[in-house]
């Protein structure tokens, strides 16, 4: 049986109109700080990092498919970027990461509300080095270690309390001050970009798009395509 809205708001949610500041001088092509998608996304995450109300600027959803194609997203933390990629550190036994061991491929959406920006980036995905995930690893609080070593992420568990009972085991084990082995079963991902996206919202719903692809000859889009830098080339969208 359906489930009842009973909230006005819930039920209004069709109607649901924001408006949105017109940012239109900011983003033609000529604007774009760099012809290359990296310094582009690093100029937009510093300003979410600075604008009031976004708390987690470095969240953003990853989506993942199965062999069989079928999809899943969830949020993770961006824990570094540069020109090799974008990382983000998890379970290896997680849906997530079996997802990617029969598919590494994989797809990421950050959403900045109150910038009514949006990038998107899709790309392979690999794992970091077990050097990479150790240093990181360390360099946790505490807590969060633990909280590492005592899920085992996505599995079926019978209750809340297993939890509790294995988090006690680990602080019984580990103490205050005793280094916490890092689980074979955490650490780091890589996406390697190949398509990067940055939208605009525009007060007039008429957004702006443009997106980096790596060039291919093949796909080659005559005089809308604009050269890019570092085998980039980047196009407008329609929105
Ligand atoms: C804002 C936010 C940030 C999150 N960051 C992470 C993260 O960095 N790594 C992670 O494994 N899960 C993170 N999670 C939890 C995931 O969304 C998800 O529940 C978990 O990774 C299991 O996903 P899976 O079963 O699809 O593999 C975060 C959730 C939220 C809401």
Redesign the pocket.
């Known amino acids: 049986m359906a489930a009842k809205l009973s909230s006005p708001i819930a039920e209004d949610i069709g109607a649901m109109r924001v408006k949105y500041r017109d940012r239109s001088e900011l983003f033609l092509e000529k604007d774009l700080v760099s012809n290359e998608p990296i310094s582009q996304f690093k100029n937009w995450l510093e300003e979410a990092c600075k604008t009031p109300g976004i708390l987690?600027p470095n969240?953003m959803c990853l989506a993942t498919a199965s062999k069989d194609g079928s999809p899943?997203c969830?949020?993770?933390?961006l824990k570094s970027y540069g020109s090799e990629g974008f990382k983000?550190?998890?379970?290896y036994s997680?849906?997530?990461?079996r997802d990617l061991a029969e598919n590494p491929k994989a797809a990421l959406t950050f959403y900045w509300e109150p910038l009514k920006r949006s990038v998107r980036i899709e790309g392979s995905c690999e794992k970091v080095s077990a050097a990479e995930s150790d240093k990181y690893f360390h360099e946790r609080p505490r807590d969060s270690q633990l909280g590492a070593c005592t899920s085992h992420?996505?599995s079926v568990i019978k209750g809340r309390e297993e939890l509790d009972v294995r988090e006690k085991e680990l602080r019984e084990k580990y103490g205050e001050d005793k280094e916490i082995d890092r689980p074979e079963e955490w650490g780091g991902y890589l996406v390697v970009p190949h398509v990067v996206e940055f939208w605009q919202g525009q007060s007039n719903r008429v957004h702006d798009r443009i997106v980096f692809r790596k060039a291919d000859a093949s796909e080659a889009n005559g005089t809308t395509t604009f050269e890019g830098a570092d085998g980039w080339v980047f196009e407008r969208l329609a929105p």
Do not use: I
């Not at 969830?74 to 933390?77: D, E, K, M, N």
């Not at 983000?88 to 379970?91: A, D, E, G, Q, S």
């Not at 997680?94 to 990461?97: I, N």
């Open positions: 987690e969240a899943s969830r949020y993770v933390l983000f550190f998890t379970n997680s849906r997530k990461a992420q996505s």
